[in-house]
């Protein structure tokens, strides 16, 4: 396993993001609210967190949502895994939404998205006129699955 240094700004009264086990590769991210939120069915809102980092060149933050948030009160996360690029310095904001059929509450300090930590490539794009052909070629789509 390895590690990195990572700055981090915190902002609320909520502790600092933590793994849970030895082996966790997500921190879990707290709200950080004035007042709880409540979500009515489909409906999507941006939760702030109260945290801001500085990533070393060469890595991003994914955001993920937490599966006990999931199944327990369908609340999960838009655009996920979100992304933070190294050079952002705004505030971690969580884009939320209640796929349930009931209205969910998010008060300060819930746990509501993980965070995980990695390193990423830039690929270098060349322009051609084929592609490689290949066993597989343009069957995409769940065609392995069929019979």
């Not at 979500?39 to 967190?49: A, D, G, K, N």
């Not at 979100?82 to 904001?93: F, H, P």
């Not at 509450?105 to 390193?119: C, E, F, L, N, S």
């Amino acid at each position: 396993m390895h590690s990195i240094q990572v700055k981090i700004i915190n902002r609320s009264e909520n502790p600092l993001p933590t793994y849970a086990t030895a082996d966790a590769a997500g921190m879990d991210l707290r709200a950080n609210l004035e007042a709880p939120i409540t979500m009515q069915p489909l409906e999507r809102t941006l939760v702030p967190t109260g945290l801001y980092m500085e990533l070393p060149s060469g890595y991003e933050a994914q955001i993920r949502p937490r599966s006990g948030l999931a199944i327990k009160q369908g609340l999960t996360l838009l655009n996920t895994p979100g992304t933070i690029d190294a050079d952002y310095r705004g505030e971690i904001k969580i884009i939320m939404i209640n796929l349930s059929n009931e209205p969910q509450t998010i008060q300060h300090g819930d746990r509501i998205a993980q965070m995980v930590v990695a390193p990423f490539l830039q690929a270098k794009l060349e322009e051609v006129k084929e592609l490689t052909d290949t066993e597989r070629g343009t069957g995409g789509f769940g065609h392995t699955g069929k019979s």
